[in-house]
C-alpha cells in the first residue's frame, strides 16, 4: 500500500509541473499547437484538430531529454 501512496504522489507532482509548464507556454506567444503541419477541419458542426507537427516536436524534445539524462546517469 505504500508504493501505491508515492505512486500516486509522483503523479501528482508530474501533472502539477506538466500544468504550470502549459500555463506558462499559454502566456507566452509561441506557436505550440498553432504549427504549419497540424491538421484542421473545420465542418459545419464540428471542429477536428490533430497537431501533427506539434506532436513531433514534443516527440523529438522529450526523446533529447531522456537520451541526455541516459548518458548523465552513466
Known sequence: MLDL????VVVG???LVAGVA???LG???LP???LPGD???RGK???FYFP???SLLVSLLLSVVLYVIGRWRR
Open 22 to 24: 502549459l500555463i506558462i
Open 13 to 15: 507532482v508530474v501533472l
Open 39 to 41: 491538421i484542421i477541419y
Open 45 to 47: 458542426n464540428a471542429t
Open 27 to 29: 502566456r507566452t506567444n
Open 52 to 54: 501533427l507537427a506539434t
Open 32 to 34: 505550440v499547437g498553432r
Open 5 to 8: 501512496g508515492k505512486l500516486l
